[in-house]
């Protein structure tokens, strides 16, 4: 069942960021991930919202997300991201036959 995880951040060092950012991509690609949304001023409707950033992502399944998040590779690069952001990272299941939950 597809997953989505869906990061919201708040960076504080943006040269480290940046660095991440260039080297993210081709990482996420290459454990099957997909890049769905990534806004840097997303609009807040409802209530109150302490980040800057919103990332979407998605995965065939929750292995091949962790296949991704523990990889050595993204380890690497997520180094930057740690120590440039503030947040956090949520993992969804998609709908698929489990509605209504």
Known sequence: MTVYAL????IHD?????RYVAAFLPVLARH???LLAA????QVVEGSWPHEKAVLMSFDN???FERWSTSPE???????RE???E???????GIGHAWPA
Do not use: F, H, K
Request: charged share 40%; proline share 3%.
């Open 74 to 80: 993204y380890r690497e690069i997520s180094r930057d």
């Open 32 to 34: 099957g991930g997909r």
């Open 39 to 42: 806004d840097g001023s997303p």
């Open 7 to 10: 990061a919201q951040i708040t």
């Open 62 to 64: 929750r292995e091949d």
């Open 83 to 85: 120590a440039a952001t």
């Open 87 to 93: 947040g956090v990272v949520i993992l969804l299941d």
């Open 14 to 18: 943006r040269e480290r960021y940046d």
